[in-house]
Every structure is written in structure tokens, then in C-alpha cells.
């Protein structure tokens, strides 16, 4: 399942709502938290639980909310959405901070008779630490991280190079990788800046992150392209496990390919492109 492309939708504009999986994206997050005044909330609820009801709404991508953090305010979210029999493919918990968080969603999916995979966004100090144990817990299908939030946390100063998250941004996804659930990259704020986005991506991808979250429809493209393995990469790679499976037969452990000693982890490699090459062709 490919999820280079998270896209944000404000659960107050159900217009929007209907049109974001146009939009491309490998997932479409209805939003009932940041993207909603406060005083909006309860007209947000009523409108993600409308088109997610809609038999005409058949979108070709996931589906998930964002409800608000855990308390009363994620339980009537989940009173609210799910109260009509919708099932969105998951729900993703903002400032995470530890697994019991997690935990406590679960449970109270578990009351409203669901089990959906929780994405737990990562943005503040206490929840970078602890993202080992938040991407451990049972329900966590994914982590997200946020760097805007835990910079404001922190009292950093966003930056272009992004230096002053940079610890978090490879903690984040060494903690994802560490307990085999997919990691997505936080937000690129300027949604007009084409080419910063695609260098952002690009080193998302270089630090092994599956997907990266986006703003506004016209980011999706971008980050799909820079998710997908380029024609060269994903020759290499069946190259690579062509010589593997020839090496195997004869009983040799070490091969070359295009002149380079190939070893696990190159296999390792190749292996992860094929899947992000077939995982963009599935959608």
C-alpha cells in the first residue's frame, strides 16, 4: 500500500472533502482538528460523517480522520463520525506524546465497535523521545512527524535547512522503522515553492521515510514523484536481485553488479525500491 502523499482536508468544507482524493493523493486525512475553529468543531463532525456515509463518495485511495486529542474532545469526534456506521481506513492522533495515548484511542475505537490502525503524529519533545514505545504500541499502524508544532514546542527557530529538527526528523523515523510501521515526513509549509518541496521530499526519502504530509492539493504531485523510484533506480534494483537469485543457485554469497560488490544491505535495498516501484504502480 503505497502512502508517499498524505493529504490534509478541513473537515468544515465538505466541498473539499468530496474533491481530495481527486487530487491524487495515496491518502486523504478529513481533518477535525487544527484545520477547524474551535466554534466550527460540531459543523466539521456532521460534515466528514456526511460524505463519509454517501454511497456515492468511492474514493480510490485511504481515507482517514484526524480527531483532536485524546479526552472528550477524540471521543465526540468518534461519537460523531463513526455514530452512522462510517468506517474510515484509520485515524490519526496529533501531539502524541506516549503510548498510552495510543492506547487510550484504541480503546475507545473499541467502544464504538472498530479497529482502525492509528497514525500518531509526533510534534512535540515528550513524544519524540517516546516514539519508540508510541510506534511499538498495538494499534499504531504509523508515525507522522510534525516539525512545526514541536519546533513552537521547543521554542526553535524554523529554518530552510531545517538543522534545528533535524535529530528529531531521524529519530522519528528510526523509531517507525525499528517496530515495521510506515513513517511520514512532516509538513512543507509553502505550498507555492515547488522546488523546495521537492528537495525536502528527496531528503525525506534519502533519511527512509515512506511518505511526506501535504497542505494543498497541488504539493500531492510533487511528492508522489519524489517518493517514486526513478526508471534507473528500479533497473538497478532488478539487476541487483537478478544477480541475487543467480548467485543463490550457484552458492555464491558475494556478487558484483555495474562493477559494485553487492551485500545484504544493497539487497535490502534493491528490494525496497521494487516495492515503492510496485506500490506506485498499484495506485
Same mark, same amino acid.
Given at each position: 500500500?503505497?502512502?508517499?502523499?498524505?493529504?490534509?482536508?478541513?473537515?468544515?468544507?465538505?466541498?473539499?472533502?468530496?474533491?481530495?482524493?481527486?487530487?491524487?493523493?495515496?491518502?486523504?486525512?478529513?481533518?477535525?482538528?487544527?484545520?477547524?475553529?474551535?466554534?466550527?468543531?460540531?459543523?466539521?463532525?456532521?460534515?466528514?460523517?456526511?460524505?463519509?456515509?454517501?454511497?456515492?463518495?468511492? *474514493?480510490?485511495?485511504?481515507?482517514?480522520?484526524?480527531?483532536?486529542?485524546?479526552?472528550?474532545?477524540?471521543?465526540?469526534?468518534?461519537?460523531?463520525?463513526?455514530?452512522?456506521?462510517?468506517?474510515?481506513?484509520?485515524?490519526?492522533? *496529533?501531539?502524541?506524546?506516549?503510548?498510552?495515548?495510543?492506547?487510550?484511542?484504541?480503546?475507545?475505537?473499541?467502544?464504538?465497535?472498530?479497529?482502525?490502525?492509528?497514525? %500518531?503524529l509526533v510534534e512535540?519533545?515528550?513524544?519524540?523521545?517516546?516514539?519508540?514505545?508510541?510506534?511499538?504500541?498495538?494499534?499504531?499502524?504509523?508515525?507522522?512527524?510534525?516539525?512545526?508544532?514541536?519546533?513552537?514546542?521547543?521554542? %526553535?527557530?524554523?529554518?530552510?535547512?531545517?538543522?534545528?529538527?533535524?535529530?528529531?526528523?531521524?529519530?522519528?523515523?528510526? %523509531?517507525?522503522?525499528?517496530?515495521?510501521?510506515?513513517?511520514?515526513?512532516?509538513?512543507?509549509?509553502?505550498?507555492?515553492?515547488?522546488?523546495?518541496?521537492?528537495?525536502?521530499?528527496?531528503?525525506?526519502?534519502?533519511?527512509?521515510?515512506?511518505?511526506?504530509?501535504?497542505?494543498?492539493?497541488?504539493?500531492?504531485?510533487?511528492?508522489?514523484?519524489a517518493l517514486t523510484?526513478?526508471?534507473?533506480?528500479?533497473?538497478?534494483?532488478?539487476?541487483?536481485?537478478?544477480?541475487?537469485?543467480?548467485?543463490?543457485?550457484?552458492?555464491?554469497?558475494?556478487?558484483?553488479?555495474?562493477?559494485?560488490?553487492?551485500?545484504?544491505?544493497?539487497?535490502?535495498?534493491?528490494?525496497?525500491?521494487?516495492?515503492?516501484?510496485?506500490?506506485?504502480?498499484?495506485?
Open positions: 500500500m503505497a502512502r508517499r502523499s498524505v493529504l490534509f482536508s478541513p473537515g468544515d468544507q465538505p466541498d473539499l472533502l468530496r474533491k481530495a482524493p481527486g487530487s491524487g493523493a495515496d491518502v486523504v486525512v478529513f481533518d477535525l482538528e487544527d484545520a477547524v475553529a474551535p466554534e466550527s468543531k460540531p459543523e466539521a463532525r456532521a460534515a466528514v460523517a456526511s460524505v463519509l456515509t454517501d454511497p456515492d463518495f468511492d *474514493p480510490d485511495c485511504e481515507v482517514w480522520i484526524r480527531v483532536n486529542p485524546t479526552g472528550i474532545a477524540a471521543d465526540d469526534d468518534l461519537d460523531a463520525v463513526l455514530g452512522d456506521g462510517a468506517r474510515p481506513d484509520g485515524v490519526m492522533l *496529533p501531539k502524541v506524546a506516549t503510548a498510552d495515548e495510543v492506547r487510550t484511542l484504541e480503546a475507545l475505537l473499541a467502544e464504538h465497535g472498530v479497529d482502525l490502525p492509528v497514525v %500518531a512535540s519533545a515528550a513524544g519524540v523521545l517516546h516514539a519508540e514505545a508510541i510506534a511499538a504500541a498495538d494499534a499504531t499502524d504509523a508515525l507522522a512527524f510534525g516539525a512545526e508544532d514541536l519546533s513552537a514546542d521547543i521554542g %526553535a527557530t524554523r529554518t530552510e535547512a531545517g538543522t534545528e529538527v533535524l535529530y528529531a526528523r531521524e529519530h522519528v523515523v528510526l %523509531a517507525a522503522s525499528a517496530a515495521g510501521v510506515d513513517a511520514i515526513d512532516t509538513i512543507h509549509a509553502d505550498f507555492e515553492d515547488e522546488a523546495g518541496l521537492a528537495d525536502e521530499t528527496a531528503f525525506a526519502v534519502e533519511l527512509g521515510y515512506d511518505g511526506k504530509m501535504a497542505i494543498h492539493p497541488a504539493q500531492v504531485s510533487v511528492i508522489n514523484d523510484p526513478a526508471p534507473e533506480r528500479i533497473e538497478w534494483a532488478e539487476r541487483v536481485l537478478d544477480a541475487k537469485a543467480a548467485a543463490d543457485e550457484a552458492d555464491r554469497g558475494v556478487f558484483r553488479v555495474d562493477g559494485e560488490m553487492i551485500d545484504a544491505p544493497l539487497i535490502a535495498q534493491a528490494e525496497r525500491v521494487l516495492e515503492r516501484a510496485r506500490a506506485a504502480d498499484e495506485r
